[in-house]
């Protein structure tokens, strides 16, 4: 029944659109076409794309999910041909595994006048086990020309429900129509979450359906000659199906740019998440549908709060960490310090628990639930208000919409005065509140004892700080000797301990010479790199030939040297996806220059002040010179660590303005 | 592009004696000279190849390896690779303390399984097996035994004491065990001043290489096989995944490879053998009738990397890259073979290493070798090499993967080395030239050229494939020593059959010229190098420096200055000469413009490390000098 309605739908379809969008229906305009007549920039373009998603039951799987996908795709020019070759991830190691069956793939052509049609054979296709649970099925088209089109379709068997993920209608390439069926039982209640800024037709509705299954009644045994098998009989259940639709047309391409987070933010998507199951004559069982309900959920998990219930493990270890403190702060400290020192992570992100914190405490390893849900553990046993926070990573996209899925890290957050302090033990040289930047990623869900949960900020409300003092002597060859000493506080400091810790001093040197073009340094010196609680400090010096131009009698310094920057990272004129500094940031540099025997200032760069927006940012440059010195102080301030698109072209225009104000010259004049 | 290197992947048993330190695994043992800048110290390592039981490798790993930090536990190289024809049969690790306790055992079950496809390839039936250890603290010891049973034989690893950048050696032994009557080719280098013992007999070689230090990577330096010792070994008999395989003579070895890889993977369909002989029937030569099957080929196949027959050794049959119009560089090269076979004109199967820096086929080794295959074609005296897996190449290019370096071809009558084309200091030229105008406002415009040869070639292929948006970004980071620059009018000219690429678009750059009080300040050359250019620092080089081609990069500009303005002092022309290059610049005012033409010539060969502060301060001297500025005046 449902495939002469999709049939009918499919008809009807070909009528409104004039396009066949049946498998095997491909035209000659379609074949004709040279580009894409609103994207000519395009490589290749989805014509159509059907997933078609449903729940079914059987006695013997249960309930069990089937997709079934068809496209067509058209492939301009060479560079489309990555679009030939289409990998399916397949789970594999569980119950039952997923499978993929009914693959049917042609590529169309256009010979003499003719279509051509070439099938996907058997050598094109290739299984390959990824490893243990992980396998991918691969394919790849015969025959790609510039100008073809390729059809598949295939039908995607998966036991997994609670999850249908990442449906995606928006790609690096056009797309000119896509659809999306979702259907499930009434018994199982989804949540579908949806994402970019694409707008989204959503129909829902709901029909009737039947389920048929068949049962022994009357069945026993009675020794080995006798008994009776029973009969079999049919029942079925009458039950309403809940359909989701979705129908889009003419989804512009996202293609990727410079300085975003993460693209998949951006691209237009939905994904479905079982949040409750209510079968006949049984209560509701939530799955998600809150956040409070998706975090109750994981806490509930055995792996994460079953993994806060014993402290007997690490109890005489706490006990000799504290001894003789008192105050909370210093017991944080030292608690967080230790499960540093204790515990190694082993590169593996997750909220829950891998190996089990007691075992991760002894082996000295594990994952990051391992190691920050025993974090949590420790400081709640000193008695301090610990929760987990479970987070997303900037790579893993930001969670919009409840769901487990979305969240793949897990860290400790203590409220402390009424501040909640946050740590993450993964990281060696983090400190309290100061979390790697790939962490900074809107909010985190601080889950309590009871199950209850709240948002808690990620992103930090300090700037990263950076103060430098330069001082420079012109000598009589017109050479620049300086010597400079500069902090980095916050995220500054951070990024500084993870380039430079562990690296000798020559290859310090090299850091910096490659931060700073163009100068070589004689020595350097720097502190704090294992003390994430002060600022990095770092002192060095170096002699810069090229640092002063002569021309006739006047001599040109650029009193911003090394410091000024060489070019705007702003190039493009325009953009899509926000700019993402990660962080708030301040850099304060004050620079004196000695000049010369026998030179006087011609001129000096006027004094300015530039904001960006409101409030997002500011240059302050003050330049003054007394009888053989000059001084100079700039201040730059990033309030704002996401810029939308919208401001780009106002920061574009700041970032010009400062560089090119950075880049400005003093003038001397022989006496 | 690569053919799979079967050899890449280590095979391995344990040992039980850890002879030279009486088991000694503490890292507080290890001599401080070896350790001093490392990562790691390979402490013991005992490899032994058995070839005795005909047809099978047996080969066994024994190591140990101190680490100091991250970067050195990638030289424990914990890693057993298998497939079809080869299997692991023993793998495992023990981790021990500083003070050399053991810590923990891994055991196979416990090594992670793989399968070993890279990100270029789309399958191939290799698998591996890697230790999935999360070191605690460091440093730590680690002994790492494996045994592995293959059979292919062809390829005998070779032994390198040093293996990676940053590690020091205090023990490493390396034996081959063959039947008396299998003969052992060796070729040792690099051993001078170094510690090494070699004992031979009948039956067996055995070197042992002792306290080496550490090595350290170095900009434009010799790879790291040509600084330190390193021992290839060959038979003139083996098997390639059973197949039985002869050498001896590149003749015999070439010879073997087409008649048992090559020969029976050719035949066509009479209709396809019609079809090419139609499309070349009215050419004139044979080079036209090649660029017409090449240029079929580019139109019809596509590069897809599939690795699966005899040890991914030898190609799909022509007729199914016919029929599938893909194949990888083996499939695709010997396709193009059978597509010329059927016009008549001679053809070879190429075996060489795609490699950017050069890499030749090492032809005192007779044995496998090589990652790749182009197709070298016969047109009157000269050969004629064809990249069969790019679909934009021109006719006869070869560009950095490919070009000046030994190969061998593969002829009915058996193997020949060959060379492949290479590129002179003067075929490889890239010329920029612009007009350029400021206003009275310090804006520059101007219309720019750049044309690229040679060398240069490759790198501006891609060009075409960006969008307009991607376009544009390309010249604002090329020319990101102008600030606030636009470019329009952006025209991309590809002659293929001249091999030559054309860049036209037209500049604008607000505020190019500083302003100072009335006058402006300005570079002569908005596309002068930045001190990026100038090669890296070392305070104590070790190595001699390589520059692998030679070539010209020029540039030409005439600078017209706005109107009410006049030219103030002018900088001189500067000619500075080297062994490894030379920097000439011209200077010519005519009325109110400026004639500038600049020509970097950098000179291909190998230059003693003395000589690399000058080859530093040379490249300081461009960069002053490309920056050279002009004063200009309101009158």
Redesign the interface.
Known sequence: MRKITLAVLLMLNALIYGQDFRFGKVSEEELQEEAHPKDPDANAAVLYREQYSHIEYSPNDGFTLTTEIFQRIKIYNKDGFDWGTHVIPVFVGGAKDENVSNLRAVTYTLENGKIEEYKLGNDGIFKEERSKNFNVEKFTMPNLQPGCIVEFRYKFFSPYLSTIDKIRFQEEIPVNKAELTFESPEWLVFQLHRKGLFPLDIQEKNKADKINFTSRVGAYSAGLQGGSRGTLQSQSIDLMNKTYSIKVEDVPAMREEAFSSNIDNYRAAVSFELSYTKFPNEPIETVTSSWEAVCKTIYDSENFGGQLKSDRYFDDDIDEILRGVSDSKEKLVRIFEYAKRRMTWNGYLGIYADEGTRSAYKNGSGNSGDINLNLVNMLRYAGLDANPVILSTRDNGIPIFPTRNGFNHVIAGVVLDGNVLLMDATNKIGAVNLLEEGLLNWNGRLIREDGTSGWVSLNPSSHALENTMVNAEIDENFALNTKVRSQFTGHYGLRHRKNLGGKDEQEQLEAFEEKYSGIELNKIEIKNLENPYEPVQVSYDFAMENGVERVGDKVFISPLMHLASQETPFKSEQRQHPVDFGYPWKDRYIITIKLPEGYNVETLPENGIYTFGDDMGSFKYLISSTNNTIQVSTEMVINSSIITPDLYKGLKEFYTMVVSKENEKVVLIKI | MMIRTLALFLFVTPLLAFSQNQEDFSALSVDSALSK?ADSVLRFEDITLDFSDEGKLKTTIDRVVTVY??TGMRDVRAIAGYDNNSKVTDIEAIIYDLMGNEQEKIKKRDF????A?DGGT??ADN?VLVLDY????YPFTIRFTAESVSETTAFVRPWMPVFTYDSGTQYSKYSIIHKPEDSLHVKATNFEGYDIEYIKTPEQSVWIARDIKPVSYEYKSPALDKRVPRVKAYFDKFYLAGVPGVGGTWEAFGKWMYDDLIKDTQQLDASVITEVQNLVKDLPDDEAKVKAVYQYLQ??V?Y?S?QVEIGGWKPMPAA?VH????GDCKALSNYMQSLLNAVGVKSYYTVLYGDPDKESLDTDVVAMQGNHVILGVQLGDEIKFLECTS??SPFGYMGTFTDDRDVLLLTPEGGKLARTTKYNQEDNFEQIVAHIELDAEGNLQGDYTETSKGIFYSSKMSLE?K???DL??HY??NF??I????VSDIKLQNDRDRVMYEEHLKLNAR?YA?K??DDF?AKINPFSW???M?P??Y?DRKSDFVILRGHIRQHEITFKIPEGYKL??IAEPVALEEDFASYKTEIHVEGDTVNYKRIFKLNEGSYAVDAYEAYRDFY?NV??ED?Q?L?IEKL
């Open positions: 800048g930090n991250k992670k399984d793989y399968s496809v789309l399958y698998r999360t070191p605690t603290r139109d019809k596509r897809i599939v199914d029929r599938l119009s893909y679909q934009q494939s969008d307009q948006k544009s970004d604002y980071e990101s020593g600030k606030s620059l636009s505020n500083s100072i009080g300040l930045s001190n990026e100038i890296p620092r305070t103030g002092a300081k960069v002053r920056n500025k004063f």
